[in-house]
């Protein structure tokens, strides 16, 4: 079964940074393109980031200048380093996969129905 599982969210102070991961497991890590996507209360899904399967990046406005995203094929992983952190940026932020090999789509309109997601790993910046 393809699964994701996202760490290293937490409490920080606004201008603070953090760095989350996200895992792969059961399907073919590297020919996919991944997505970053945050649920703040009260508000839409967002797409912050994507990394494709070529190890180019892409962010939201929101996001750029103060996130990296990067890969690491042999370890399965994704990784998305914040720096300057902000309360708006506040929220669940969860790995998902895109269904389809080396093509993804950027922006992204993300749907809970489309691809597949991890779990989400809180982030608080209070």
């Known amino acids: 079964d393809v699964q994701l599982v996202e760490s290293g969210g937490g409490l920080v102070q606004p201008g603070g940074s953090l760095r989350l991961s996200c895992t792969g497991s059961g399907y073919d890590f590297k020919a996919h393109w991944m997505y970053w996507v945050r649920q703040a209360p009260g508000k839409e899904l967002e797409s912050v980031s994507c990394i494709s399967s070529g190890h180019t990046p892409y962010y939201a406005e929101s996001v750029k200048g103060r996130s990296t995203i990067s890969r690491d094929n042999g370890k399965n992983t994704m990784y998305l380093q914040m720096n300057g952190l902000k309360p708006e940026d506040s929220g669940v932020y969860y790995c998902?996969?895109?269904?389809?090999?080396?093509?993804?789509?950027?922006?992204?309109?993300?749907?809970?129905?489309?691809?597949?997601w991890g779990q989400g790993t809180q982030v608080t910046v209070s």
């Open positions: 998902v996969r895109d269904p389809r090999t080396y093509v993804g789509t950027w922006p992204l309109s993300a749907t809970p129905s489309w691809g597949t």
